[in-house]
């Protein structure tokens, strides 16, 4: 069989190389051969949105799929929205002939049986839930600091004082007046 893997962190202090590791060793204790490597080194709520994976759905859906297995770290390394989504997204693979493997979830595996699914909508609801307590808890710390006085942000640098400068619609405004 042909894999592709998909890693991804949640920040840009981490890094997807502490994953390959074990992914390249699950694929060949399995004896299936690495075709495709995707890799998001940044959160999926910055820039694109988990790019790499918009990219591993669209090399799939336009007839380009080279693999026959999605390996990944873990459920929540694809999402985290909940059980519906993660479902959906699975499913999206697996009709195009594509099964999703998680090196730490053994049970996601296409032979796993009958419980295969409940599983899988158990740990999405797991991780949407741990995402939302730790978002919670940000929100709480941040609101904890403005009411203590601590200014968030950055400091003020040197391009900070003075005059702002006019440019785009600053200036097209200022001209109209």
Same mark, same amino acid.
């Not at 390249?24 to 999926?44: D, K, L």
């Not at 002939?97 to 740990?123: K, L, Q, Y």
């Given at each position: 069989?042909?894999?592709?893997? #998909? /890693?991804?962190?949640?920040?840009?202090?981490?890094?997807?190389?502490?994953?390959?590791? !074990? /992914? @390249?060793?699950?694929?060949?204790?399995?004896?299936?051969?690495?075709? @495709?490597? #995707?890799? @998001?080194?940044?959160?999926?709520?910055?820039?694109?949105?988990?790019? $790499?994976? !918009?990219? +591993?759905?669209?090399?799939?859906?336009?007839?380009?799929?080279? #693999?026959? &297995? +999605?390996?990944?770290?873990?459920?929540?390394?694809?999402?985290?929205?909940?059980?519906?989504?993660?479902?959906?997204?699975?499913?999206?693979? @697996?009709? #195009?002939?594509?099964?999703? &493997?998680?090196?730490?979830?053994?049970?996601?595996?296409?032979?796993?049986?009958?419980?295969? $699914?409940?599983?899988?909508?158990?740990? !999405?609801?797991?991780?949407?839930?741990?995402?939302?307590?730790?978002?919670?808890?940000?929100?709480?710390?941040?609101?904890?600091?403005?009411?203590?006085?601590?200014? +968030?942000?950055?400091?003020?640098?040197? *391009?900070?004082?003075?005059?702002? *400068?006019?440019?785009?619609?600053?200036?097209?405004?200022?001209?109209?007046?």
């Amino acid at each position: 069989m042909k894999a592709a893997l #998909y /890693l991804r962190v949640s920040t840009t202090e981490q890094n997807v190389d502490n994953q390959l590791p !074990a /992914l @390249e060793a699950h694929a060949e204790s399995r004896g299936w051969q690495i075709v @495709e490597t #995707y890799r @998001e080194n940044e959160s999926a709520w910055r820039a694109g949105h988990q790019r $790499e994976l !918009a990219r +591993l759905l669209a090399d799939i859906r336009g007839g380009k799929r080279k #693999y026959d &297995v +999605l390996l990944i770290w873990a459920l929540d390394r694809l999402s985290r929205q909940g059980i519906g989504p993660l479902l959906q997204l699975i499913n999206s693979f @697996e009709v #195009y002939g594509c099964h999703v &493997v998680s090196v730490n979830e053994s049970w996601t595996h296409p032979d796993a049986g009958p419980m295969r $699914e409940m599983f899988i909508a158990m740990s !999405a609801w797991a991780a949407k839930f741990e995402s939302d307590r730790r978002s919670e808890r940000t929100k709480a710390g941040l609101a904890r600091a403005i009411a203590n006085g601590k200014k +968030l942000g950055r400091p003020a640098g040197k *391009k900070d004082k003075g005059k702002r *400068k006019r440019t785009g619609y600053l200036l097209r405004y200022a001209n109209k007046r």
